[in-house]
């Protein structure tokens, strides 16, 4: 499957972005696209998560009521908005792909270790 992840760029505190995941070359009718991110000397984080099958989202509590997973199945491409974002934001945001059906608890493991080209997030004054 390949990803294209875009829409990362320079934002003021309390300002919004979009971030586009188009994918391609899937086979099954069912997936799962993740968003996670990664900040200068931290580890991955996982942000959100977005099922086709159940329209099963989920999201970290660090983003819960701020960020907006959603899906345009025509497009083969997932977002994510970031609304009131704070300079703690900042990262490179990655989208993953995978075959599930349903974003639980830990639906961050079930995401393979391999990572294309982020888009880099700024979020300062």
């Known amino acids: 499957v390949q990803l294209q992840a875009s829409g990362g760029g320079l934002v003021q505190p309390g300002g919004s972005l979009r971030l586009s995941c188009a994918f391609s070359?899937?086979?099954?009718?069912?997936?799962?696209v993740g968003w996670f991110r990664q900040a200068p000397g931290r580890e991955r984080e996982a942000v959100a998560c977005?099922?086709?099958?159940?329209?099963?989202?989920n999201y970290a509590d660090t983003v819960k009521g701020r960020f907006t997973i959603s899906r345009d199945d025509a497009k083969n491409t997932v977002y994510l908005q970031m609304n009131n974002l704070k300079p703690e934001d900042t990262a490179v945001y990655y989208c993953?792909?995978?075959?599930?059906?349903?974003?639980?608890?830990?639906?961050?493991?079930?995401?393979?270790?391999?990572w294309g080209q982020g888009t880099l997030v700024t979020v300062s004054s």
């Open positions: 977005i099922t086709n099958s159940e329209d099963s989202t």
């Open positions: 070359g899937f086979t099954l009718d069912y997936y799962a």
């Open positions: 993953a792909f995978e075959n599930f059906h349903v974003c639980g608890p830990s639906w961050y493991l079930k995401f393979p270790d391999i």
